[in-house]
């Protein structure tokens, strides 16, 4: 198993990004993926998690209302829509496995593929 994020960029506040993280393998359609970030001099934080059927999500307080996640098994791919994006969401988003618990820890994850930076400038 592999994952790999890429769509990151410059976009300034207010704007939308939308991340997408390719998976290979064929278990894919099995497993919770989560979406991760971290900035600068800061720990790796939960972003967004998704089970593997696309029926369940779960979100970060800070990103509620503002990103939708997103999978397309067909395409062994997990979204990340981001819009209202704010100079605070400036960080290198990952996306990685969930192991089984279902949680919001970076530990709960492995298979953390290398991030893409999102920059977001005023």
């Known amino acids: 198993v592999q994952l790999q994020a890429f769509g990151g960029g410059l976009v300034q506040a207010g704007g939308s990004l939308r991340l997408s993280c390719a998976a290979s393998?064929?278990?894919?359609?099995?497993?919770?993926v989560g979406w991760f970030r971290q900035a600068p001099g800061n720990e790796r934080e939960f972003v967004a998690a998704i089970s593997w059927s696309g029926g369940s999500t779960s979100y970060a307080d800070s990103v509620k209302g503002r990103f939708t996640i997103s999978r397309d098994n067909a395409k062994n791919t997990v979204y990340l829509q981001m819009n209202s994006l704010k100079l605070e969401d400036t960080a290198v988003y990952y996306c990685a496995r969930d192991r089984g618990y279902r949680g919001q820890r970076p530990y709960e994850y492995d298979y953390w593929g290398q991030g893409t930076l999102v920059t977001v400038s005023s």
């Open positions: 393998g064929r278990t894919f359609s099995t497993y919770r």
